[in-house]
């Protein structure tokens, strides 16, 4: 395409790379676990996603118990982190499971298998979509747990011009693709930085949740979104590429290796109240899992475990917590997004975000 006509745009690329229907990285396998390339908090501890189910069966009970409600997932991975949350509430709050309409919005093939399986002992019929607008209409709990960083990305450099959008083209040599700027600045961009400075504009991840922010306005519910990012990213670059659990070049082999970015999580704070949503946290995932009760959950479960297996159930869910300068504990952010008449969600103080 290149070759063909010309450079194109950072979000473009991303978008053939990750969803191109044939050649498309999510399209074309399972990207998770030891034999792929990244591993998320789902599939390091259980207590991930019983904690999730939990919480959200406490906000079905504060939205008045509405029967059917819509349980919609947005990127399911495997099925992992709902098989778990569905074990979870169905001990714990079975009027919940029974009152569950679950929509699981997955445009893989090969995870829409694997979920397949994984829920097929749940006793909870899934429906699928390709987007998340086919979801019916109605109350709703939304989980995104990694969504959000793996929408297209616009890039823009500053340049004594202004700020030139990135595009990705071809080396002089024609053998590789290489990241260069439109030769015309894009007006209306009001942040000023030195020359060189990366503005990251979101705008798939903005409309995102701009649609997802205007149901929960409209019919109740609550989104709640568990990323990798900042509360603020500010003029950096945060484009990356993992394969085989490393990081990669992004240009280096497309449709072969994940690609993400951080999410601005002030960003989408503002895209959801102005789609008439109320905000909660964000807060660290540290925090979040802490005041849910991982602590007293993995120690429950250690108490029960085989010697043998002991350590790892307590190794596993220190991982989760973990909130050193790299750990996840403190580079994931958990968001809540809901309608205008939940003033509380658990263990989501409200937002200290301004829109």
């Not at 819509?70 to 714990?92: C, I, K, N, Q």
């Not at 260069?180 to 990366?198: F, Q, S, Y």
């Not at 503005?199 to 991840?205: D, G, H, I, W």
């Not at 704070?269 to 008439?276: K, L, N, Q, Y």
Request: hydrophobic residues 45%; contains cysteine; aromatic residues 6%.
């Amino acid at each position: 395409m290149i070759a063909q006509n010309g450079p194109i745009p950072l979000d473009r690329y991303m978008a053939l790379c990750l969803g191109h229907p044939v050649h498309g990285y999510y399209r074309t396998r399972d990207p998770l676990g030891a034999s792929g390339d990244f591993t998320t908090a789902p599939e390091i501890s259980q207590i991930f996603g019983e904690l999730i189910g939990l919480w959200a069966a406490e906000v079905w009970h504060a939205m008045g118990r509405p029967a059917p409600c819509r349980l919609v997932e947005l990127g399911p991975g495997r099925g992992t982190l709902m098989a778990d949350a569905l074990r979870a509430v169905s001990t714990a709050l079975p009027a919940f499971a029974e009152a569950i309409d679950l929509h699981l919005v997955e445009t893989s093939p090969v995870l829409r298998r694997a979920q397949a399986a994984r829920l097929d002992a749940a006793g909870v019929p899934a429906t699928w979509h390709e987007a998340a607008g086919t979801v019916p209409d109605g109350p709703a709990l939304i989980l995104a747990n990694e969504f959000f960083d793996a929408l297209p990305v616009r890039q823009f450099e500053r340049t004594a011009q202004g700020w030139c959008e990135r595009r990705v083209g071809l080396a002089p040599d024609g053998a590789r693709l290489v990241l260069g700027l439109d030769p015309d600045p894009t007006p209306g961009l009001p942040a000023t930085a030195g020359t060189g400075a990366i503005l990251t504009l979101p705008s798939v991840a903005l409309s995102e949740m701009r649609r997802l922010a205007g149901r929960l306005a409209r019919g109740g519910g609550a989104l709640l979104c568990v990323d990798y990012g900042e509360v603020q990213l500010g003029l950096t670059d945060t484009l990356q590429a993992v394969r085989g659990h490393r990081f990669a070049d992004p240009l280096a082999a497309p449709g072969e290796a994940d690609l993400t970015a951080q999410v601005d999580f002030g960003a989408l704070a503002r895209a959801a109240v102005e789609a008439g949503a109320r905000l909660h946290g964000p807060v660290t995932q540290a925090e979040f899992l802490g005041a849910l009760g991982l602590a007293q959950r993995a120690e429950r479960l250690a108490a029960r475990a085989r010697p043998d297996q002991a350590g790892a159930v307590t190794e596993a869910a220190a991982r989760l917590v973990d909130s050193s300068r790299t750990g996840m504990g403190r580079l994931f952010k958990v968001l809540g997004v809901s309608g205008p008449d939940l003033t509380h969600l658990p263990a989501l103080p409200s937002s200290t975000l301004s829109a």
